[in-house]
């Protein structure tokens, strides 16, 4: 069974950077497709970014095109999220997810694991 744990969330101003990790526990990282989403008090929640198992694919959400970076480390069992030029708007918990299967990058019903969520969130 996987298991994530997500880190690295806290509070920054606007125009700040965070970088965020999610820990992947299993057997099957490398093979596993992954994906960011966050949800704001209030929001459903959204897809941010998706990485493909061998991190040669990725694809953004148009909020975060430009300004955020999804990339893995399979050796360390590990996804990131590089966030730069942070808005207020960027505030939620976001949360790292996994699919065995290439269904749709951005439907969040497409993915099997879930970690529990890290907290964003930035000021004006």
């Known amino acids: 069974q996987v298991q994530l744990v997500e880190s690295g969330g806290g509070l920054v101003q606007a125009g700040g950077s965070l970088r965020l990790s999610c820990a992947v526990s299993?057997?099957?990282?490398?093979?596993?497709?992954m994906g960011w989403f966050r949800q704001a008090l209030g929001k459903e929640r959204e897809f941010v970014a998706w990485?493909?198992?061998?991190?040669?694919?990725?694809y953004y959400a148009d909020s975060v095109k430009g300004r955020f970076t999804i990339s893995r480390e399979n050796a360390k069992n590990t996804v990131y999220l590089q966030m730069n030029s942070l808005k207020p708007e960027d505030t939620a918990v976001y949360y790292c997810?996994?699919?065995?299967?290439?269904?749709?990058?951005?439907?969040?019903?497409?993915?099997?694991?879930w970690g529990q969520g890290t907290q964003v969130t930035v000021s004006s």
């Open positions: 990485i493909s198992w061998n991190g040669g694919t990725t």
């Open positions: 997810a996994g699919q065995k299967f290439v269904l749709d990058a951005s439907n969040e019903r497409a993915y099997d694991y």
């Open positions: 299993g057997r099957t990282f490398s093979s596993t497709h």
